[in-house]
């Protein structure tokens, strides 16, 4: 059983930058693949990034080249950079672990309650 719990979210203007934390409890993260997906209101919810135990990565391609997604197996948290933030990243967003490799497929088995990221332009 992995408890996640996400922080770091908030309002900001278009062109800003967030930080975006998971927290785990429960299991370390090193043995899982971590990801963070989002759901804006009226849509379903997406990937955003994948990181697996290997360190293989993977981004939605709306986000390649302003999110990146990192791991402190020490402090056992899975982060989301996202900076050059557009009004379209609003959304509420959460975190992730499961198995398995981005080559391959990472499963989605436990979740975070989610944290808001507001982008207003």
């Known amino acids: 059983q992995v408890q996640l719990v996400e922080s770091g979210g908030g309002s900001v203007r278009a062109g800003g930058s967030l930080r975006l934390s998971c927290a785990a409890s429960?299991?370390?993260?090193?043995?899982?693949?971590m990801g963070w997906f989002r759901q804006a209101p009226g849509k379903e919810r997406e990937e955003v990034a994948l990181?697996?135990?290997?360190?293989?990565?993977k981004y939605a391609d709306s986000v390649k080249g302003r999110f990146t997604i990192s791991k402190d197996n020490a402090k056992n948290t899975v982060y989301l950079q996202m900076i050059s933030l557009k009004s379209e990243d609003t959304a509420t967003y959460y975190c992730?672990?499961?198995?398995?490799?981005?080559?391959?497929?990472?499963?989605?088995?436990?979740w975070g309650q989610g944290t808001q990221v507001t982008v207003s332009s």
């Open positions: 429960g299991s370390p993260i090193s043995g899982h693949c």
């Open positions: 992730a672990a499961g198995w398995g490799t981005v080559r391959g497929y990472c499963s989605s088995n436990y």
């Open positions: 990181l697996d135990s290997d360190g293989s990565t």
